[in-house]
């Protein structure tokens, strides 16, 4: 493929991304409701920490660095925890 090309198929992923990122804190802000309803914490840390562990091993499933993919990870669960307040 042209380099064009690619970058065409690379603009299109992110544009998924990011609506997979919208979709997500949709469902952040119900979890968040939920949650003042029913008095709960919103961060719960063995939560954070069971799905970490999860993400981590799918990613270097998929041949990402682990490293990186805890970043990500990271960066979306501090969002998260803002949407939830």
Do not use: C, T
Not at 22 to 51: A, C, S, T
């Amino acid at each position: 493929k042209e380099i064009h090309l690619l970058r065409e198929d690379i603009d299109q992923i992110d544009n998924k991304i990011i609506s997979l990122l919208g979709e997500r804190m949709e469902v952040v802000k119900q979890i968040g409701k939920y949650k003042n309803e029913n008095n709960l914490p919103i961060y719960q840390q063995e939560r954070y920490n069971k799905m970490l562990e999860e993400r981590k091993k799918e990613a270097k499933e998929r041949g990402l660095r682990e490293e990186f993919v805890e970043k990500i990870i990271d960066a979306i669960h501090s969002e998260s925890i803002h949407n939830q307040l």
